[in-house]
């Protein structure tokens, strides 16, 4: 009965090898697919009205505002993020839109979940869009995100 088992347990290693190289795709990868970077998941899309699976995780607001950074995207790069994320020593963040869009170019669009995880970053932009509603300028706006979140004003 011993001898059975002896020979029964390299075949059943072996078929748990090959289903699981079947099932997980052999150790390849889809680059776009959501992906750690640092602190961050990045997902690259298509264009900026392809939202990231990633927002599969996060509330309506949430979804509504990175929904619309295309729409306020030229704002967003004139725009200072006050969580500290433009002070990282990896990666600082340029502007209120890397809080979003980790990178942009003709192949498409990473997005990132940084500002799905920040209260500042998502309030910004809530009043970006508040205050673009009300017909104020982008230099009217830039001033208001300086008067109500820059610390040092």
């Avoid at 298509?46 to 309506?60: E, I, R």
């Avoid at 600082?92 to 669009?109: E, I, M, N, Q, T």
């Avoid at 309030?123 to 300086?146: D, M, Y």
């Amino acid at each position: 009965m011993n001898a059975k088992w002896l020979l029964a347990l390299p075949a059943a290693v072996l078929a748990c090898g090959i289903l699981l190289v079947a099932c997980g795709g052999g150790g390849g990868s889809n680059a776009d697919a959501p992906h750690r970077h640092g602190n961050e998941n990045w997902e690259h899309e298509a264009t900026l009205a392809d939202m990231p699976s990633f927002l599969d995780n996060y509330s309506g607001r949430t979804k509504h505002l990175y929904s619309v950074v295309g729409k306020y995207e030229e704002i967003m790069k004139l725009i200072n993020c006050y969580c500290g994320c433009m002070k990282y020593e990896d990666d600082p963040h340029s502007s209120l839109l890397r809080c979003y869009v980790a990178s942009k170019d003709d192949k498409g669009v990473t997005w990132t979940d940084h500002s799905g995880q920040c209260g500042i970053c998502t309030e910004e932009l809530v009043k970006i869009e508040e205050w673009s509603k009300a017909g104020k300028t982008p230099e009217q706006i830039h001033q208001l995100i300086e008067d109500n979140f820059n610390p040092n004003a």
